[in-house]
C-alpha cells in the first residue's frame, strides 16, 4: 500500500508544473556555480600545485554545490511540501483519504519517501556533474560520499518538517510559511552556539551538516538528522490519527 501512496504522490509531483520549475531552477544555479568553480579550478590549478595542503578539484568545483543545494532546498522544499496534506483539505479528499483502509503512518510514510525521492534527484544531479570531472581530473569519492549523504538526509529531514506543516492548516500557502520558518530557526541556531557546551548547540542543524561537508560522517550527526525526520513524522501520524478520530 506504501508503494502505492509512493507511486501516486510521484505522478502528482511531475505532472506538476511547479516541481518542475523548481527542479529546474535549482539544476541551472548549481550548474553555474559548478561552471564557475571549475573555472576558477584550471585558471589557478598551476598556483594551488604549488601550495601544500591546497583545495583539489573535489573541494574547490564540487563542494560549494553541496553547500548552496542545502540553502536551496530550504526555500525550494517547502513549495514541494505545501500541498501535501493542506490540499487535500482544501479540496474536500481528506474525509476519502481518512476513510481508505490505510493507516495513517501507511499515508505519511507515503508521502514522505516520495517526496524524499524527488529531492533525491538534486543529489544525483550534483554527482552526474561532479562525475563528469573524471574525464581530465580525481575526485576525493569519500568527500563526495560525506556531502551527498548529508544533503539526503537534510532533504529527508526538510521533507518530514514540511509534511507536518502541511497537515496542520487547509492553505498550502501557510503550511509553507511555516516550514521555511521551522528551517530558518533550525539553521539560524548555528549563531547561538558559540558556547559550544550550550545546549542549543545540539539542535543546531547547520553545525550538524557542517560534519558531513568537512567529510566526516559522525553518529552523533547521523542520529541528529534521523531523530528530527522520526519527530516530525511521528507529529504528522499523531496528528491525522486525531483528524481521523475527529472526523
Not at 90 to 119: E, Y
Amino acid at each position: 500500500m506504501i508503494r502505492t501512496i509512493i507511486a501516486k504522490e510521484l505522478r502528482s509531483l511531475f505532472a506538476s508544473p511547479l516541481a518542475w520549475v523548481v527542479l529546474a531552477f535549482l539544476q541551472v544555479i548549481l550548474a553555474l556555480i559548478f561552471l564557475t568553480r571549475l573555472n576558477f579550478f584550471i585558471i589557478n590549478q598551476a598556483q594551488l600545485a604549488r601550495i601544500p595542503n591546497a583545495e583539489g578539484l573535489t573541494e574547490t568545483a564540487v563542494l560549494p554545490m553541496f553547500g548552496i543545494s542545502s540553502i536551496l532546498l530550504m526555500m525550494a522544499v517547502p513549495l514541494l511540501t505545501m500541498r501535501l496534506i493542506a490540499e487535500e483539505r482544501r479540496n474536500k479528499t481528506m474525509t476519502m483519504l481518512l476513510s481508505a483502509p490505510v493507516s495513517m503512518t501507511q499515508i505519511v510514510l507515503g508521502k514522505f519517501l516520495a517526496t524524499t525521492i524527488f529531492l533525491a534527484l538534486v543529489g544525483g544531479l550534483i554527482t552526474l556533474m561532479a562525475l563528469s570531472l573524471l574525464m581530465g581530473g580525481r575526485l576525493d569519492y569519500g568527500l563526495l560520499a560525506a556531502n551527498l549523504i548529508g544533503l539526503l538526509l537534510l532533504a529527508g529531514s526538510f521533507a518530514a518538517i514540511g509534511l507536518y506543516m502541511s497537515c496542520l492548516t487547509t492553505h498550502p500557502v501557510v503550511a509553507a510559511i511555516g516550514a521555511l520558518a521551522v528551517f530558518l530557526v533550525l539553521w539560524l541556531m548555528n549563531i547561538a552556539t558559540i558556547d559550544q557546551s550550550s545546549p542549543i548547540h545540539l539542535f543546531s542543524l547547520l553545525k550538524h551538516f557542517e560534519g558531513f561537508v568537512n567529510g566526516t560522517i559522525a553518529v552523533t550527526n547521523l542520529i541528529y538528522f534521523v531523530l528530527l525526520t522520526a519527530v516530525f513524522l511521528i507529529l504528522s501520524i499523531r496528528r491525522l490519527d486525531a483528524d481521523r478520530l475527529g472526523a
